[in-house]
T-cell receptor, first 115, second 116 residues
Framework: AQSVTQLGSHVSVSEGALVLLRCNYS??????LFWYVQYPNQGLQLLLK??????LVKGINGFEAEFKKSETSFHLTKPSAHMSDAAEYFC?????????????FGKGTTLSVSS | GAVVSQHPSWVICKSGTSVKIECRSL??????MFWYRQFPKQSLMLMAT?????????EQGVEKDKFLINHASLTLSTLTVTSAHPEDSSFYIC????????????FGPGTRLTVL
C-alpha cells in the first residue's frame, strides 16, 4: 500500500530564508509524486510533479523538489521565501499517472512566513 | 492547465435536508472525477471515484446512500449529501482528469458545507 508522510505539520521561516518541506513516501512500485499548495478556502494548485526522468523537478513560483529513491523522499524547497508563499502544502503519491488513479495525500504542512 | 469549477462555493443548510454540489470541467472532457473531503486543518480524504456513465466507486467507510455521486456527462459530476447532519459539515473538493489531461488531476475550488 502507498502512503505519504510529511514531517512537520508547521514550518515557520523568515522572508528571504530557505524553505524546506519534507515528504517521505512508501510504495511497492515506482511512485508518481506531487506537491500541491492550498490557500485558505480554496482548492489545490499543482506546484510540481515527478513521473519519470530527471529527478530534480522544477515547479511554479520558484519551488523545486528532488526525487531520491534511496531515501524514499521528495522534499520541496525554495531558495528564498516570500510572504505570498504562506499556505498549506500537500505531498501526494499515486501508483499511476493516468486517468482513474486516485492520489494519496500526506497530512499537509502549514508554511508561515514572517517579515 | 485545465479549469474545474464547483458550485456552490459555500452552502448552509438545515439538518435533514439534502444538498447537491456540482463539479464541472470547463475546457476538457473529464472521464474520471474524484470527490474528496477535507476537515479543518487536515488532509484530503478520498471519498469516491466516478467514471462517466458508470457507478461511482466509494472508499471504505463512505456511505454511498448518503453521498450520492452522479457522473452523467464528461463535464459534470454531482455529489448529493442526503439528509445532511452537522457531522457532514466539511470542505468538499472535486478533481477531474481526462482527455489531454489524462495524467494530471485538476482540482476545483471546493465547497464549504455547513449543516445547522
Amino acid at each position: 500500500a502507498q502512503s505519504v508522510t510529511q514531517l512537520g505539520s508547521h514550518v515557520s521561516v523568515s522572508e528571504g530564508a530557505l524553505v524546506l518541506l519534507r515528504c517521505n513516501y512508501s510504495s511497492s512500485v515506482p511512485p508518481y509524486l506531487f506537491w500541491y499548495v492550498q490557500y485558505p478556502n480554496q482548492g489545490l494548485q499543482l506546484l510540481l510533479k515527478y513521473t519519470t526522468g530527471a529527478t530534480l523537478v522544477k515547479g511554479i513560483n520558484g519551488f523545486e523538489a528532488e526525487f531520491k529513491k534511496s531515501e524514499t523522499s521528495f522534499h520541496l524547497t525554495k531558495p528564498s521565501a516570500h510572504m505570498s508563499d504562506a499556505a498549506e502544502y500537500f505531498c501526494a503519491v499515486s501508483l499511476l499517472p493516468q486517468a482513474g488513479t486516485a492520489l494519496i495525500f500526506g497530512k499537509g504542512t502549514t508554511l508561515s512566513v514572517s517579515s | 492547465g485545465a479549469v474545474v469549477s464547483q458550485h456552490p462555493s459555500w452552502v448552509i443548510c438545515k439538518s435533514g435536508t439534502s444538498v447537491k454540489i456540482e463539479c464541472r470541467s470547463l475546457d476538457f472532457q473529464a472521464t474520471t472525477m474524484f470527490w474528496y473531503r477535507q476537515f479543518p486543518k487536515q488532509s484530503l480524504m478520498l471519498m469516491a471515484t466516478s467514471n462517466e456513465g458508470s457507478k461511482a466507486t466509494y472508499e471504505q467507510g463512505v456511505e454511498k446512500d448518503k453521498f450520492l455521486i452522479n457522473h452523467a456527462s464528461l463535464t459534470l459530476s454531482t455529489l448529493t449529501v442526503t439528509s445532511a447532519h452537522p457531522e457532514d459539515s466539511s470542505f468538499y473538493i472535486c478533481s477531474a482528469q481526462g482527455g489531454e489531461w489524462d495524467n494530471e488531476q485538476f482540482f476545483g475550488p471546493g465547497t464549504r458545507l455547513t449543516v445547522l
